[in-house]
């Protein structure tokens, strides 16, 4: 199992440009989340997903939008980039747990930067 | 207020010891999850040790303890007899609610980067 998989690994892209990040999950959980890792910070969620169809806003969901068209895709679009979405992106996912326990398993992250 | 407090920003430990990185947390909810995470220099997350609300005991898994004071709301991560591999940032999260509700999301503190010296 390949697990959490990211497209692509490395990105530089110009103000005002768009660009979708991928992400695939081939274990069959439920719920995807988008992160986004600041220099020296922690990671902040973007948007996340609870099941195929449905997505919801994190705590940073400005200038993103999200899609789950399958359950094991998660679709991160920029619009418009901005230099301040230079950042590391991570994509999780997790099994649907009723008590919250599950375990989230990360991506290896896409390394974004905006000129 | 900050969710995740993570007050060492770094911390240094000699081989073999055992170390001891602080997570205090703030939440309302009566049911909620802690997380901790590793993050290597090659910058991938690794899952290492959860602690529900409601589990009576601490948490452990191999060389990691979680140290859970609920009353004071920390939750404390013990890595003993410290390696060479062990130098990494460590994340602390937390999950608030239920799955159904919060969709398991996590806060994030901001880290604590541990250095091991042999």
């Known amino acids: 199992n390949a697990g959490v998989t990211q497209t692509p690994k490395f990105r530089v892209l110009k103000t005002g440009q768009s660009m979708t990040l991928l992400c695939a999950q081939d274990?069959?959980?439920?719920?995807m989340y988008w992160y986004r890792q600041d220099p020296g910070m922690g990671l902040r969620l973007i948007h996340y997903?609870?099941?195929?169809?449905?997505?919801a806003k994190g705590e940073v969901p400005d200038g993103y939008n999200v899609s789950r068209l399958k359950k094991q895709n998660f679709l991160l679009g920029l619009e418009s980039a901005a230099p301040s979405q230079t950042s590391v992106y991570f994509c999780?996912?997790?099994?649907?747990?009723?008590?919250?326990?599950?375990?989230?398993?990360f991506g290896p992250g896409t390394r974004l930067t905006v000129l | 207020a900050q969710k995740i407090t993570q007050t060492q920003p770094g911390m240094f430990v000699q081989e073999k010891e055992a170390v001891t990185l602080d997570c205090t947390y703030d939440?309302?909810?009566?049911?909620?999850?802690l997380f901790w995470y590793k993050q290597p220099s090659s910058g991938e997350m690794i899952f290492l040790i959860y602690?529900?609300?409601?589990?009576?005991q601490n948490a452990t898994e191999g060389r990691y303890s979680l140290n859970f004071q609920k009353a004071r709301k920390s939750a404390n991560l013990v890595i003993s007899a410290s390696q060479l591999g062990d130098s990494a940032m460590y994340f602390c999260?937390?999950?608030?609610?239920?799955?159904?509700?919060?969709?398991?999301?996590?806060?994030f503190g901001e880290g604590t980067q541990l250095t091991v010296n042999p």
């Open positions: 999780a996912s997790s099994y649907a747990s009723p008590a919250g326990g599950s375990t989230q398993y």
């Open positions: 274990m069959n959980h439920e719920y």
């Open positions: 997903s609870v099941g195929e169809g449905t997505t």
């Open positions: 939440t309302s909810d009566p049911s909620y999850g």
């Open positions: 602690q529900g609300s409601y589990d009576q």
């Open positions: 999260a937390m999950r608030e609610g239920s799955g159904e509700t919060s969709g398991s999301r996590l806060t």
